[in-house]
């Protein structure tokens, strides 16, 4: 892809997003926090896999395929939007999977945990609080990344519902990533981080702007603001960030 290449609605990047089969809040969510003159177009990851496990790794086994569904778009950069997968296949073949896919396709690759990462980095923020949609299995594999990448788990409060729904994180409400904000406060975390991408958040993080806690990052968040980063090669900025956190050109999208 040319660097200046563009179209219509996306003047300054347009981005691939991958999004797991069934989810149903990263384009929604996408939509709200993109900013103008930026676009995405979404591709669906699919695997037959029987469980949500094995699906996840199979989305990061077959990412070439995934990224192929965007042909010849002229993307500015990828994003990859679930975080389960980074959980399993682990710190190095993550960014394994990052470097391969700038070799071959000449993008970057921006995955929802290292997007979190980096914005963990750029608030300076090392102890962090976690609020999880998660099975215990799944959030325990969670803890695990997070502490691969150098940081300090302090709290973790459970979002899960054991539901009989099409999917236990997508059909969470919308108030269900607030849950437990009042009991990480004063916990001792420099950041609090709302997990997945399946489970709502922005009513919560929109909620909260003017809480005197420690910043709220959840993963789509942190996916979308990273991407368009990515794709228009501009520096990681704090002020910029906590302007995203703080809902400042998203806010009104919310319906």
């Known amino acids: 892809m040319s660097d200046h290449q563009t179209v219509a609605y996306a003047r300054k990047g347009l981005i691939g997003v991958l999004t797991p089969q069934a989810n149903t809040t990263v384009e929604p969510e996408y939509s709200i926090l993109c900013p103008q003159g930026h676009a995405f177009i979404n591709a669906r990851m699919t695997s037959l896999k029987e469980s949500i496990e094995a699906r996840l790794v199979d989305y990061s086994d077959s990412i070439e395929d995934h990224i192929a569904q965007f042909a010849n778009a002229p993307l500015h950069a990828v994003a990859l939007a679930t975080t389960g997968a980074s ?44 609020i999880s ?24 409060v459970s979002a899960f519902e054991d539901s009989e729904s099409f999917h236990p994180i997508y059909a969470l409400a919308a108030d269900a990533a607030g849950v437990g904000l009042a009991s990480v406060k004063d916990c001792g975390a420099e950041a609090v981080v709302m997990l997945g991408t399946g ?33 228009v090669g501009e520096k990681l900025d704090k002020s910029e960030l906590m302007d995203w956190i703080a809902a400042r050109h998203w806010r009104k999208r919310i319906g």
Do not use: F
């Open 133 to 156: 949609p998660y099975p215990p299995v799944l959030t325990d594999e969670s803890v695990r990344y997070w502490q691969s990448r150098d940081l300090e788990v302090v709290r973790v």
């Open 199 to 231: 489970m709502p958040t922005l009513p919560a993080i929109a909620a909260h702007t003017h809480w005197d806690g420690p910043p709220i990052l959840s993963c789509m968040l942190a996916l979308v603001w990273r991407s368009v980063m990515a794709s």
């Open 87 to 130: 959980y399993l296949i682990g710190k190095s073949a993550e960014d394994e999977l990052v470097e391969r896919v700038m070799i071959s396709r000449g993008l970057p690759l921006v995955t929802a945990a290292l997007a979190v990462c980096d914005a963990l980095e750029v608030l300076n923020a090392r102890r962090i609080a976690l």
